[in-house]
């Protein structure tokens, strides 16, 4: 299935301002990983958003020439909702050519082949169902199978304005 879409160039008013207004828009952070050809892969997303819970259901998108088709061919991935304790994996995992799956980072491959890392909030393990290209991007709808982690106690993470922010007790509003 593809979307039809109307390409914009970078520079053209509208696209700027879709931009400036996300700026705006903050979001929580995932790492999705898979297997690919040649072994782990992962990158940072701002787009995980849930779908369904009943059946548990998920929607991300990707974009990129270098990890994201690799993810976007894989049949299964791991989202890892992730909290102010990871952002530094968060940062790895959104920087281009950084080290990922070191052996410095806590990680290993589950028996189904998907790397997990271990110190996530939570992990979702997840069979790609549907892929949509809209644009640039492709959009990813993905059938939750299984989920494993617990609350840390860490403020949730969420980039806004290009930085991450930790939520805290205190920013939540009255009422």
Do not use: K, N
Not at 12 to 33: K, M, N
Not at 127 to 139: E, F, L, P, Q, Y
Request: aromatic residues 6%.
């Amino acid at each position: 299935m593809t979307a039809p879409a109307q390409s914009l160039p970078a520079t053209h008013p509208q696209s700027l301002l879709f931009r400036e207004a996300f700026r705006g828009h903050p979001a929580g952070l995932a790492v999705i990983t898979a297997t690919g050809p040649e072994g782990p892969i992962g990158l940072t997303a701002s787009s995980v958003a849930s779908v369904s819970a009943d059946p548990p259901a998920l929607v991300f998108s990707l974009s990129g020439r270098t990890t994201a088709p690799l993810l976007a061919a894989a049949d299964t991935v791991l989202v890892h909702l992730m909290d102010a304790g990871q952002a530094e994996t968060v940062r790895t995992f959104a920087t281009p050519g950084s080290a990922r799956f070191t052996e410095d980072m806590d990680w290993e491959f589950l028996p189904t082949g998907e790397p997990l890392l271990r110190h996530s909030t939570w992990a979702l393990r997840c069979s790609i169902t549907d892929r949509v290209d809209v644009g640039s991007s492709r959009v990813i709808v993905a059938a939750v199978l299984g989920i494993q982690g617990q609350a840390t106690g860490h403020g949730p993470l969420v980039y806004h304005d290009r930085t991450y922010h930790q939520l805290s007790e205190g920013s939540s509003l009255p009422g």
